[in-house]
């Protein structure tokens, strides 16, 4: 079993940047698909970007693409989104997700709490 505590959110203003960062617990990091998912206000939560057990391979959501990316340091047991380019549309409680997996599937195992992220125009 793995925790994840989100770190990293924040106000900005658009066009600014924030980095969110996922901390996860145990020895097995490396073993583990890691992705972001959002929710804003009355909203469902969805997919932002993945990344694959060895870090090789990412995958976003069409809405990111070419601001945010994804990245994971398995020494540190740590991953992270750095999301530039920020909208207000992009203003969301940001969750961390974990699977012992290769790829993350739809419904990851382990979440975190959330980190919230708040774009002003």
């Known amino acids: 079993q793995v925790q994840v505590v989100e770190s990293g959110g924040g106000s900005v203003q658009a066009g600014g940047s924030l980095r969110l960062s996922c901390a996860a617990s145990?020895?097995?990091?490396?073993?583990?698909?890691m992705g972001w998912f959002r929710q804003a206000p009355g909203k469902e939560r969805e997919f932002v970007a993945t990344?694959?057990?060895?870090?090789?391979?990412?995958n976003y959501a069409d809405f990111v693409k070419g601001r945010f990316t994804i990245s994971r340091d398995n020494a540190k047991n740590t991953v992270y989104l750095q999301m530039n380019s920020l909208k207000p549309e992009d203003t969301a409680a940001y969750y961390c997700?974990?699977?012992?997996?290769?790829?993350?599937?739809?419904?990851?195992?382990?979440w975190g709490q959330g980190t919230q992220v708040t774009v002003s125009s």
């Open positions: 997700a974990a699977h012992g997996s290769t790829y993350l599937p739809r419904t990851p195992d382990f």
């Open positions: 145990g020895r097995t990091f490396g073993t583990y698909a």
């Open positions: 990344i694959s057990a060895s870090g090789r391979d990412t």
